[in-house]
């Protein structure tokens, strides 16, 4: 191994290394996988010169510690995090140079869930499927961070952005969610489907990579019984037998025996990936379905209104 890599020191709560995912493969029964939050993980590749498809650490909640073999650029965005070089803060949501061996600490969120670490030259474990992703539910791509592990790095072939902090949407106080209805909301009642589109949630402390659960008004069915397996899509609402709506995320299934009441807009995906537990959450009926979002991290919009630029 050559000296271009990052030593885990303090691999934290959850971290796994993350890209685009693996799409296309649903019909082998593989999950797309990929990073959350799809536009913070653009940026911070934006800031260290990186294609906007290199792998990033993806952190969750408290962040992680590490230890490059050799000089290189970082950047932290995502959830607003303290950030801290050799125990002196340095700036989150900027390019920082890292020199050999010294030890970059991604602390814990100020408030959303998800910290991303992008390095010059990426990631650059063996990709599987055309992808560097870890895929906890299929148990693909490189297995979750841990204490003492050695991540590569690729050769960096872009400058880093000059800036002294990028602005990123803040993680959502309320996280409101555009639904499509269908395919399978004649399994309910009209009541049931008012209640979807109207009533309050809560983001539950069981959501995880695989889905977004929430708590609140149960969703009664009009039909009884299980459907035959299906595929499902990135944003699917799936309804199990207790009613709670559970959005489907990146290491979601591939099929399910439970209905599917409606599928979230793409473009607000990246803001149920930040919502810790317990934050309110809403499904709005939209009749149609927003394309999703492609080309680089410049998001200027927040996901509840303009957020001013955070640097914890």
Do not use: K
Request: aromatic residues 4%.
């Amino acid at each position: 191994m050559t000296d271009r890599a990052l030593v885990v020191v303090r691999a934290g709560a959850l971290t796994t290394v993350q890209d685009r995912g693996r799409p296309g493969y649903a019909h082998l029964g593989v999950p797309r996988s990929g990073a959350l939050d799809g536009p913070a993980t653009r940026l911070v590749n934006r800031l260290v010169g990186n294609p906007l498809e290199a792998a990033v650490l993806e952190t969750t909640v408290n962040g992680c510690a590490v230890r490059p073999r050799s000089s290189v650029t970082v950047a932290v965005g995502g959830a607003p995090c303290p950030v801290t070089l050799d125990g002196r803060p340095v700036a989150w949501g900027a390019p920082v140079r890292v020199p050999s061996g010294a030890l970059l600490d991604v602390g814990t969120v100020v408030s959303g869930v998800r910290s991303y670490v992008a390095v010059s030259g990426g990631i650059a474990v063996d990709p599987v499927l055309g992808s560097r992703s870890t895929d906890l539910l299929s148990g693909l791509g490189p297995a979750r961070l841990a204490d003492g592990m050695v991540l590569p790095l690729g050769t960096p072939d872009g400058t880093h952005a000059r800036v002294d902090v990028a602005p990123q949407p803040a993680p959502p106080t309320e996280l409101v969610l555009r639904v499509t209805l269908g395919p399978r909301d004649d399994w309910f009642t009209p009541e049931a489907v008012r209640t979807f589109t109207s009533g309050t949630y809560r983001v539950s402390s069981a959501s995880n990579r695989i889905g977004l659960r929430t708590e609140g008004p149960a969703l009664e069915r009009a039909l009884p019984g299980e459907l035959p397996s299906e595929g499902m899509v990135l944003g699917a609402v799936q309804v199990p037998p207790e009613g709670g709506p559970v959005v489907f995320l990146a290491d979601h299934p591939t099929t399910g025996g439970y209905p599917v009441i409606g599928v979230v807009c793409a473009q607000d995906l990246a803001a149920a990936a930040q919502a810790p537990p317990g934050t309110p959450a809403r499904f709005v009926r939209t009749r149609s379905r927003l394309r999703p979002e492609r080309g680089a991290g410049n998001r200027a919009t927040s996901r509840n209104g303009p957020a001013p630029a955070h640097r914890p």
